[in-house]
């Protein structure tokens, strides 16, 4: 079996690392001086092609060797990429250069919260990569999610993120759950009030004080969401937030163990939830396969082996990108050859065995690279088998929003309001419904 087991980095997302003010800064800027032929760093001179790549986070391409590979198997190519570590100040750039129409670069990352509003509304400054030789391998919804209502496709899949239920094995020894992966699965299968019921019996059971079941109330209710094919807007495009049963739901279940004392109050990513994992302050998150890296980094080699990983009551999709090529630059057909290759099968199966980022492409999911991967920090877990079994459950169409992305943080807030604050679930919805009305329109 492939051994996943050093965490070389982790999968970013919107907020995930923050650079400093000087460093954002320079990196807008930077984006804004490339050459002619609609405003990309890229062109050709002397026989020379480059090719120029805005990204963000760590989507794995200048991390690590790929780049080098592509310029050595094309000596006449080079690829000059620029990776800006918080997705939002990269965003807010795009949408900058966008709008100007200039400034941008070749291929650009892009973040699936933001999918549906660049379709949307910037689909024409975006080449159409629909008739990408070999493009049937991504999974079906993948590419759906950047497709125009003509069938235009304006980006190709990199990573998604299938979920699972990461826990502490001692600690469900210690709360007389079981431990057994397959065991602690039959817990909550099929139903995540059933893994809300785990957590009044972990609470019931554990001997000891500072050790919440899991670690925050959000959690619960974004994987709750992502589950479903509707979420905050229906097919039309159209708010549906506040009457959509699934949404309903969620904030329900997820308020109700906000109130119980199942949660240790810690949103995900946000100041106080590396510690919590450090500390061994609760016993369950949900994770997304790209989240294993960060865990594992920020957990710490102490906690090695006391992790595991089992399926999640349903299947759900939290994250995943593209790359697109932007109609205007002046090397559009050899950019459009470079995102191909990146995104092939072969180079997926690549990144996640050297970052873990989970694969987009139905192939890669059946390499043996990806399917018989374990990992050794999550007790030999077989990773490749549980993300790609809930690869496969997650629904065949996924409705994207323009503002999906900021509805999702409003809705993290609004359950902060009750676990911290100490505002009822009603009074906490009510501020959330209001937020989002003046966020999204």
């Known amino acids: 079996m492939t051994r996943v087991s050093r965490p070389l980095r982790t999968r970013l997302r919107t907020r995930l690392v923050a650079v400093s ?128 209502k003509d069938g235009k496709v304006i980006g190709l899949g990199t990573d998604i993120g299938p979920m699972a239920v990461c826990y502490r094995k001692d600690l469900f020894q210690r709360a007389g759950l079981p431990t057994d992966r397959e065991e602690v699965a039959r817990l909550w299968e099929g139903d995540w009030s059933k893994f809300a019921a785990a957590g009044d019996r972990f609470k019931a059971g554990f001997k000891g004080d500072g050790v919440a079941f899991m670690d925050s109330a959000s959690g619960l209710f974004n994987a709750m969401i992502y589950g479903s094919s509707e979420q905050f807007y229906d097919k039309q495009g159209n708010l549906i937030h506040e009457d959509n049963p699934v949404v309903k739901e969620a904030w329900t279940l997820a308020a109700k163990a906000a109130r119980s004392g199942l949660t240790a109050k810690l949103r995900q990513f946000q100041p106080g939830w590396d510690p919590g994992l450090a500390n061994s302050t609760f016993a369950t998150t949900v994770c997304p396969a790209w989240m294993l890296a960060h865990i594992s980094e920020k957990a710490g080699p102490g906690n090695k082996g006391k992790w595991d990983v089992a399926k999640a009551p349903k299947g759900a999709n939290w994250g995943g990108s593209f790359l697109g090529v932007v109609e205007r630059s002046p090397v559009k057909e050899e950019a459009r050859k470079l995102v191909a290759w990146l995104t092939a099968p072969e180079q997926q199966e690549y990144l996640f065995q050297k970052l873990g980022n989970f694969p987009s492409s139905q192939q890669a999911l059946k390499a043996p690279g990806v399917a018989d991967a374990t990992s050794e920090y999550f007790s030999g877990a077989p990773i490749g088998r549980i993300f790609g079994a809930a690869a496969q459950e997650i629904p065949d169409e996924q409705v994207l929003g323009r503002k999906d992305g900021t509805i999702k943080d409003l809705f993290s807030q609004g359950l902060t309001l009750i676990e911290s604050q100490d505002k009822s679930p009603d009074e906490a919805w009510r501020t959330t419904v209001d937020r989002v009305e003046k966020a999204a329109g």
């Open 21 to 148: 003010t000087a460093a954002a800064l320079a990196l807008i800027a930077g984006c804004g001086d490339g050459g002619g032929g609609g405003g990309t760093g890229g062109g050709v001179e002397n026989g020379k092609v480059t090719i120029t790549m805005g990204l963000f986070g760590v989507m794995g391409f200048k991390e690590t060797d790929l780049l080098e590979r592509y310029m050595k198997e094309n000596p006449n190519v080079r690829i000059k990429a620029e990776v800006a570590g918080d997705e939002q100040t990269y965003y807010t750039a795009l949408q900058t250069h966008l709008a100007a129409g200039s400034g941008l670069k070749d291929i650009q990352g892009i973040e699936i919260g933001r999918a549906k509003e660049l379709v949307d509304t910037q689909a024409d400054k975006f080449a159409d990569l629909s008739g990408t030789p070999g493009k049937d391998h991504f999974l079906p919804w993948k590419l759906n999610q950047v497709s125009t």
